[in-house]
């Protein structure tokens, strides 16, 4: 009921607000809001005016709910104004190397600021826009913006492109309006990185993903560089897994450069003739399979504890796997090639931990050799 009742008491302030009468449907809010929006550069010098002279206070709390048609209209108003500048950013495509994001580092270090400015001056436009149309005046109006990581809107960049990146911030962040004693509060929630890498293309969903575990890994909150910590292991755990080829000897290449020393290397190289089978080092679900640039065909595969296996440069789509599918440790997943930005036949293994880090696989699967599995 409550809800029906938002839904008439918006539809009156759309009509109020666009001036026509309603004829079998409502008017598109884009349409006869859009054209009054400043520029999203405008919006950031935007303040709230003074109170109109004639003016009725906003509600105190006991009589709020008479006014969650109010609320709902400055969401919508508040979703078109937000409009993050990321015209600085050019990542899309730019190759995942330590180098490409030191070239962009105050920029990329500005995102979060720069979205908690344009969500605040967004958010109080909006309220400033209804409030005058419907004649009313408040006598605060606070914001709260919730946090976001750098890693994640770069990586996002990275892998959607800015554009996209920006619809999906405007379709996920959620905000919230309060009318509480003469103040109106807004408060937006960013989702964490999982949630808002969630494009329909599992494709650029695993690039996201892989940008931004490189850079959770390597480089610390002010993009200096970092080496992770040690990890210890469970008994149990290291007895779940098994190894990923059948005849396989021990290199550590972990964290060696590559490409001139623009990047470092997260993960194991373990050379091996074409074809060789590839087996799964845990019990899991397999999340991606694919292909791509950079790994050749792949996929990816989360065990129980929160692991992320990743199997790179297989010589063809491991395409009797189903995004889903429940694995064993020691199944076929695929087998060895020499796809991808690769020069001999190998597979390239990275494990991620439930940190979103990389965690050295040479020293991993050591423990597990040591261990018998």
Not at 250 to 273: E, K, Q, T
Request: charged fraction near 20%.
């Amino acid at each position: 009921m409550k809800r029906l009742s938002n839904i008439l008491i918006a539809g009156i302030l759309l009509i109020c607000l666009c001036g026509c009468a309603v004829q079998g449907e409502l008017p598109s809010l884009a349409v006869s809001i859009g054209t009054a929006m400043p520029q999203p550069s405008a919006l950031l010098s935007v303040t709230p005016t003074a109170k109109p002279v004639e003016s009725t206070p906003v509600p105190h709390s006991a009589d709020a709910v008479h006014y969650d048609g109010a609320e709902w209209l400055i969401e919508h108003v508040f979703a078109q104004g937000f409009v993050v500048d990321l015209s600085a950013l050019q990542l899309n495509g730019a190759g995942i190397y330590t180098t490409e994001f030191r070239k962009r580092r105050s920029t990329i270090l500005g995102l979060p600021g720069r979205v908690e400015e344009t969500a605040d001056a967004a958010f109080r436009w909006a309220v400033q826009y209804v409030l005058d149309t419907l004649g009313y005046s408040a006598d605060e109006v606070t914001f709260e913006c919730g946090d976001v990581s750098w890693r994640a809107l770069a990586a996002m960049s990275w892998s959607y492109g800015n554009e996209e990146l920006q619809r999906i911030l405007q379709d996920v962040c959620i905000l919230d309006v309060d009318f509480s004693n003469g103040r109106i509060t807004g408060r937006l929630t960013i989702p964490e990185f999982d949630e808002l890498n969630c494009s329909e293309d599992l494709g650029l969903q695993y690039i996201a993903e892989t940008v931004y575990f490189y850079c959770m890994t390597v480089l610390d909150d002010n993009m200096n560089n970092r080496m992770p910590e040690s990890r210890e292991y469970s008994e149990e755990f290291l007895a779940s897994l098994v190894m990923p080829l059948r005849h396989m000897r021990f290199r550590n290449s972990w964290y060696h450069l590559r490409s001139g020393g623009a990047r470092v290397h997260l993960g194991m190289d373990i050379g091996a003739p074409a074809d060789t089978e590839i087996y799964s080092c845990s019990s899991g679900t397999v999340k991606y399979v694919g292909s791509s640039r950079l790994s050749g065909n792949y996929v990816v595969i989360t065990d129980e504890y929160g692991y992320d296996y990743h199997y790179y440069h297989m010589i063809r789509l491991s395409d009797f796997l189903t995004v889903g599918q429940q694995v064993g440790a020691g199944e076929l997943i695929g087998h060895v090639g020499n796809t991808g930005n690769s020069a001999s036949n190998h597979l390239h293994l990275s494990i991620i931990g439930p940190d979103d880090c990389h965690v050295n696989p040479y020293r991993l699967l050591r423990l597990v050799n040591e261990s018998g599995g």
